[in-house]
């Protein structure tokens, strides 16, 4: 079957660099995308990744590494606004596209 | 500026009731997707229209639920009859990706079915 593991939890202080990890199993990988979603609101995207290495967007970056099934967010500059639940998504082509989202790690940033 | 708009933002019915949920996706998007969000089985990909056409539909219960885009400005997600199971927030996002990847999602219909 499709999976995909994200930590349930972090915290990190105003200021300081935290990293979500995400690590799949899946068959048809294609992409790797972010989103942020605070408590109410939508799912707001922050960054795709389809081919290795890094993408850089403002105080925000996404790694992936197709061989070891896994990526990561890292975010710098810590601000309590950036308290949120962050999710992994990755796209699928298994003779159609589909997308599957990880449960989300929920980010506490305290001051 | 562009979003994605969806209608109504809140809806409480009884169970055995008709739902149309819509959807205005951006403009110049042609990819529009469905998701469910729940505690318990977070965001679930109900179906997804390119151009138009539906090309997935697996995650939706078919003898329930119905998608639908008559046109390239709107998008329906149908529920009929309605379950107190079905109360959930659903999400319309739209993008120009073909995988999926780099949607953006309207601010979703918070359904109560009672």
């Known amino acids: 079957g499709q999976s995909l593991e994200q930590p349930s939890e972090v915290t990190a202080v105003e200021g300081a660099i935290v990293q979500i990890n995400c690590t799949y199993q899946?068959?048809?990988?294609?992409?790797l995308s972010w989103y942020q979603q605070h408590d109410g609101g939508a799912p707001t995207f922050l960054s795709y990744?389809?081919?290795?290495g890094l993408e850089e967007t403002g105080r925000f970056s996404s790694f992936l590494s197709r061989s070891d099934s896994y990526g990561y967010l890292l975010l710098q500059e810590l601000q309590m606004k950036d308290s949120a639940s962050y999710f992994c998504?990755?796209?699928?082509?298994?003779?159609?596209?589909?997308?599957?989202f990880g449960a989300g790690t929920r980010l506490f940033v305290k001051a | 500026d562009a979003r994605v708009t969806q209608t109504p933002r809140h809806k409480v019915t009884e169970m055995g009731q008709e739902v149309t949920m819509r959807c205005q996706p951006i403009l110049g998007h042609n990819t529009v997707f469905w998701y469910r969000q729940t505690m318990m089985q977070g965001l679930e990909l109900l179906a997804y229209?390119?151009?138009?056409?539906?090309?997935?539909d697996s995650g939706m219960p078919k003898d329930r639920f119905s998608a639908e885009m008559p046109d390239a400005t709107l998008a329906t997600l149908k529920i009929q009859p309605s379950e107190p199971r079905d109360s959930a927030v659903y999400f319309c996002a739209s993008g120009n990706r073909q995988d999926g990847g780099e949607a953006f999602f309207g601010q979703g219909t918070r359904l109560t079915v009672v």
């Open positions: 899946t068959s048809g990988f294609y992409g």
């Open positions: 229209f390119r151009n138009r056409a539906p090309l997935d």
């Open positions: 990744n389809g081919l290795d």
């Open positions: 998504a990755v796209s699928l082509n298994t003779g159609g596209f589909k997308t599957i």
